[in-house]
């Protein structure tokens, strides 16, 4: 018997992107190596308790000339032991550009959004590097891929796969609203839920101030900041502050939101856009250029500037005109389903490693 497809996938090992990558490959039969650094902010990974062997990645910070350069000869030693199928690297102008030095081959460039799309003139420089040696040029929107063009790589070197959605753990629960927001711990007033990070790019104080101006009309309302870092619970009047829970309870979440936020300045077709969808909540979204890929504003979503007033009244509507709120619901759910099948988009996945094979 021939062995297993051999992926070694370099990235942040505790990140739910490379997480969740590399548990489907797993599944599939794969032999997933995951090899990289741990964002201090997040949880410990699960992949060692799934069976997917992790190598911890030199301790020097890789923006600098030092650390580079040991990453880089990390990255040959990796090759030369392990000799796997694909390379498989996360972030342009991180681990993608550092395997692109290292002679990674075949390669798998993968962008995630703003590594590109927000990046200076170093991180340009690095992205530039990786598209140009990959084999493969990957990102989760066609906006994403046209960068990657100019960047220099290959129009017919470049693929869409998206982070996908499983369709069966995300799903609308009609009815269970309710119930929902009393095991999270939620009043009974409308519920207002940003699940991205609090990081400067997604532009939490525009949400809170938003936020702000919506409570003055609904002074029930309840606002949601739902991230992935590893920080507890904060309450600050009708504002909470939640950090980590396990992933399978996020639909709970969403299932529980009268309305999702997702405003960010740079982004790229998010997964949490369309985990919401998927669940059926009504979605507000910032106007950038992946989200005109698919979704039709005020159709599927509604579409504001990234301006505090826009997205309140936004906000209100949803909250104000349930059968907008009907319509917004179903239309996601529909565009998640024929768009955004996790199964489906982690088949062609594999599909991509394997037509990298001799």
Not at 255 to 277: G, K, Y
Not at 323 to 339: F, I, P
Request: glycine share 6%; charged share 20%.
């Amino acid at each position: 018997m021939s062995r297993p497809l051999r992926v070694l996938m370099l990235g942040p090992v505790n990140h739910p992107h490379v997480e969740h990558l590399a548990l489907a490959m797993h599944e599939r039969g794969c032999e997933v190596i995951a090899a990289g650094d741990v964002e201090p902010s997040l949880p410990p990974s699960v992949l060692p308790a799934a069976g997917v062997r992790v190598i911890a990645a030199p301790t020097s910070p890789r923006r600098t000339a030092t650390g580079a350069t040991a990453h880089v000869r990390w990255i040959r030693r990796l090759r030369r032991e392990l000799r796997p199928d694909v390379v498989h690297a996360h972030w342009m102008c991180g681990y993608a550009a550092l395997a692109a030095v290292a002679g990674a081959s075949p390669l798998v460039a993968m962008a995630w959004g703003s590594d590109v799309l927000a990046a200076n003139r170093v991180r340009t420089f690095a992205s530039r590097i990786a598209v140009r040696r990959a084999r493969v040029a990957m990102g989760d929107s066609q906006a994403l891929l046209d960068r990657l063009v100019q960047l220099g790589a290959p129009r017919d070197a470049t693929v869409l796969v998206n982070w996908g959605v499983d369709l069966d753990a995300f799903a609308p629960v009609d009815g269970a609203r309710p119930r929902l927001r009393e095991r999270l711990g939620l009043g009974p007033g409308p519920v207002v839920l940003s699940p991205r990070s609090l990081t400067p790019v997604y532009n939490p104080e525009t949400v809170l101030a938003a936020f702000a101006i919506v409570a003055e009309a609904q002074p029930d309302a309840q606002l949601i900041l739902k991230h992935m870092g590893a920080v507890g619970d904060r309450l600050d009047g009708r504002v909470r502050v939640i950090g980590h829970v396990p992933y399978e309870q996020m639909a709970w979440y969403y299932q529980a939101a009268d309305v999702c936020l997702s405003i960010p300045s740079s982004d790229s077709s998010p997964r949490s856009v369309w985990e919401a969808m998927a669940c059926g909540c009504p979605l507000v979204v910032s106007d950038l250029p992946w989200v005109h890929e698919l979704i039709e504003p005020g159709r599927d979503a509604l579409v504001v500037p990234v301006e505090a007033a826009a997205v309140a009244a936004a906000i209100l509507r949803v909250l104000g005109d349930p059968r907008l709120a009907e319509r917004l619901s179903a239309r996601g759910r529909e565009l998640a389903e024929r768009h955004r099948d996790r199964r489906a988009e982690m088949d062609r996945l594999e599909g991509v490693y394997r037509s990298l094979m001799p």
